[in-house]
């Protein structure tokens, strides 16, 4: 073969290993848990999918089911369950389950470590305090969770926290390109000036120590945004008491107009 037959021969097979190794989904279905133990599980862990109607719950049980065939779920140091498999699928589906064409463009794979981590995901010596981070860089397409945050997430019933919740909204913020707490998909262009004035307040009312909101949230709008919508999913009658300006706004962010129902955890 010519030289430049070659060479371009080279570029093709490089770049559909890049493809493959970066932004492809997996080809082969990935094994599931036998649809009767999901649907147990959603039962029993989920609230979200408790307060279902029966069809929202098949529809529920679905996307659950479409997100693991295709998106891998490996332990790091421990052995992934079917509880951590299912409550990994609820939380993707929790926020966008009102927009049924969602798909997580953005993700290949979940890492699971036991505890917390730190910035370089070690996980040992000081100062491990990161309980879950979507990657960058090299780490693009990938979700690293704390497997005792996320299970924590669905049992602990009295707090507003939800590790994997907020993950996967900052996963739907980053779709547009910027992490800004702006989806552009579910905050409509006449929303995003009220919701953006909404949440500089919000973080005002932090940061002066006058707000039940995880401080967290006050260190910019992507946090704000993530930090919020757990306490919605989580809490959402006690969102309603205390901040009900807020809870209505969420609802529309997170409810296209026409919907029938809000999402209840
Ligand atoms: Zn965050």
Redesign the pocket.
């Known amino acids: 073969m010519p030289f430049g037959a070659v060479a371009l021969l080279i570029l093709v097979f490089l770049v559909v290993w890049l493809v493959r190794r970066t932004g492809s989904r997996p080809k082969t279905p990935i094994p599931l848990p036998d649809s009767d133990s999901i649907a147990t599980i959603l039962s029993t862990e989920i609230r979200f999918y408790q307060k279902l109607d029966a069809d929202n719950q098949t529809a529920f049980r679905r996307r659950v089911i479409h997100f693991l065939q295709t998106t891998r779920i490996t332990g790091v140091n421990t052995n992934v369950e079917e509880t951590d498999r299912v409550m990994i699928g609820a939380s993707a589906v929790i926020p966008i389950f009102r927009f049924p064409d969602w798909e997580y463009s953005n993700l290949n794979e979940v890492l699971l470590y036991p505890e917390t981590f730190d910035e370089k995901f070690r996980q040992a010596g000081r100062g491990r305090s990161v309980l ?3 990657g960058n860089g090299p780490m693009q397409y990938v979700m690293v969770l704390s497997q005792h945050a996320l299970r924590e997430g669905f049992r602990n019933k009295t707090d507003k926290n939800n590790t994997a919740i ?2 996967f ?2 996963l739907v913020d980053k779709t547009d390109g910027d992490v800004d707490g702006v989806p552009e998909e579910l905050v409509s262009h006449k929303l995003a000036g009220p919701w953006i004035k909404m949440m500089h307040d919000q973080i005002s009312e932090i940061r002066k120590g006058q707000s039940d909101i995880n401080p ?1 949230g006050a ?1 910019n709008q ?2 704000f945004l ?2 919020a919508s757990e306490y919605f999913f989580e809490r959402p009658e006690l969102l309603k008491r205390k901040h009900p300006e807020l809870y209505d706004m969420l609802e529309k962010i997170f409810l296209r107009p026409g919907t029938k129902k809000a999402p209840q955890a």
């Open positions: 879950g981070m979507v907020h993950e909204v900052h967290y260190t992507s946090e993530a930090v």
